[in-house]
């Protein structure tokens, strides 16, 4: 509102609530169902939502929201849940471009001979520039809204991210020996830290983290300088931790400790500290991740694939864990799909300890928005529809056959949706993807310059065994 010469004056936006009886705002979304996350409205049936600056203003019925609320532009949700946005908490963004080319391999072997020895020689800018791309175009299609990418060349996918519209952890990796454009430990973590400078605050969507590798390959003195820097700098920090058993036995016998424990001997574990797969955790480093506020992440298709194992699950949920779901990189899974991870998470851990109430469809759901955002330390931005909160947001489609008929609507997003079934795609406000429609990526392109940095991959590549 503006004072003029003493008098109230009514501003635009109010002025239109006063002229129509309605407050103007920029989008209004519908859905037959909406999945809130909220524990205060956990399904709403012909439901709206209301967005005005990227945020969500109002959740409500239809009825009540469009008798409220009048909008620059309306998006229906006629056979549509609307949920919030996916959130991919660990990926290697640009592997895509590695997507199929060393498979059925366990993990060490994967790496050293196959994967290591491709980075080397390929992950380039440009290589980041169109696999980032690739990498995004996927995530849209599958509503995947928020990602953390624990990659190089973090400028370069900042760049690819804020023009895509998708919101982003951007945590460009470090480790102690040579990788892409880095010596050893010391140039890349010192580039690590300028790019943070540089786009922290920047772009709202954007969040630079710090990413050590993993305990097996960054030395105790360079894990305490990347915490120390995480705390100075005040952003996230991610590690992959405890994945194999080979880990787990390494570190013993560098370290004479557990991956969990050799990290809280170095004072490592905080909320602030995600980590990825952790595999293999005994029992009293499960308590150990709880008690520290560590986020885990989940990445269940990889952690097959690579015959890593199976996560305890249940058990950290149990303990108090913030658990949340990931697809890690293309390389390893092949896709960077969230509904195959929902799918194989609500399954997996129901076989392994025999008992069917294991991990519910709801508790699954939950961990692939609400908990992946908790356990990144975002809840207070996304994870949920609620008064405030970004709009990040998903309409999925209920028609086709394989989602009917419909009796609940989380049992369908867990067991029985795809990525395919996206049909609309919002970010902080903005469509991504409307009517399965790309808004913001050109896919003519990206598929073409793909096709030409994999003819030259495939000509070149040879892994090192
Ligand atoms: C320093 S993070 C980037 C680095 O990690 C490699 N990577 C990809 N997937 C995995 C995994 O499952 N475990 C360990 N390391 C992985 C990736 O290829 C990059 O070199
Ligand atoms: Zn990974």
Redesign the pocket.
């Known amino acids: 509102m503006f004072v003029f010469f003493g008098q109230i004056v009514i501003a635009q936006s109010n002025y239109n609530l006063v002229a129509q009886g309605k407050q103007r705002v920029q989008l209004i979304v519908g859905g037959d169902f909406i999945v809130t996350m909220n524990e205060a409205q956990p399904v709403i049936q012909n439901g709206a939502i209301a967005i005005k600056d990227g945020k969500i203003v109002a959740v409500d019925t239809q009825y009540k929201i469009t008798s409220s609320y009048r909008a620059d532009r309306t998006l229906p949700g006629d056979g549509m849940v609307l949920m919030p946005g996916l959130v991919n908490g660990h990926s290697?963004s640009a592997?895509v471009l590695f997507r199929g080319l060393a498979d059925d391999l366990a993990?060490q072997d994967w790496?050293q001979n196959y994967?290591?020895p491709a980075?080397g020689k390929f992950v380039d800018e440009n290589f980041v520039r169109v696999g980032e791309q690739l990498a995004c175009w996927e995530m849209i299609r599958g509503g995947t809204t928020t990602f953390v990418d624990?990659?190089?060349q973090p400028d370069v996918a900042a760049k690819v991210v804020s023009e895509c519209g998708l919101r982003a952890i951007i945590a460009p990796?470090?480790?102690d020996f040579p990788?892409p454009g880095f010596q050893g430990w010391d140039d890349a973590f010192a580039s690590s830290i300028n790019f943070l400078k540089r786009w922290k605050g920047k772009n709202e969507r954007i969040i630079p983290a710090i990413?050590?590798?993993?305990p097996y390959?960054v030395s105790p003195e360079h894990l305490v300088q990347a915490i120390q820097a995480a705390r100075h700098y005040d952003v996230p920090l991610t590690i992959?931790l405890a994945?194999t058993q080979a880990e787990v036995k390494d570190v013993q016998q560098r370290y004479n400790a557990t991956p969990v424990k050799h990290l809280d001997n170095l004072g490592f574990l905080e909320p602030r500290v995600f980590a990825?797969?952790v595999v293999w955790p005994n029992a009293s480093e499960i308590a150990l991740l709880a008690k520290r506020g560590v986020g885990v992440i989940h990445?269940p298709d990889?952690n097959l694939k690579?015959a890593?194992g199976f996560a305890p699950i249940p058990a950290m949920l149990k303990a108090g864990i913030k658990v949340g779901l990931g697809t890690?990189?293309a390389?390893?899974n092949n896709v960077l799909d969230m509904w195959k991870a929902i799918r194989l998470t609500a399954l997996i851990h129901k076989g392994t300890t025999l008992d069917p109430t294991a991990v519910p469809a709801k508790t699954v759901l939950r961990m692939a928005t609400l908990g992946g955002a908790e356990a990144l330390g975002l809840s207070d931005k996304i994870g949920a529809i609620k008064v405030g909160l970004q709009a990040d947001l998903i309409q999925v489609q209920l028609k086709e056959p394989h989602l009917l008929p419909l009796y609940d609507v989380i049992s369908h997003l867990v067991y029985a949706a795809d990525a395919q079934d996206v049909d609309t795609v919002i970010v902080n406000g903005q469509v991504l993807m409307e009517k399965r429609r790309m808004l913001t990526v050109d896919p003519e392109r990206i598929r073409r310059e793909a096709t030409s940095i994999a003819q030259r991959i495939k000509a070149q590549f040879r892994p090192s065994n």
């Open positions: 290697h592997m993990l790496l994967i290591f980075e624990m990659y190089f990796s470090s480790i990788s990413a050590p590798h993993a390959t992959h994945e990825a797969h990445n990889s690579l890593s890690d990189g390389a390893s």
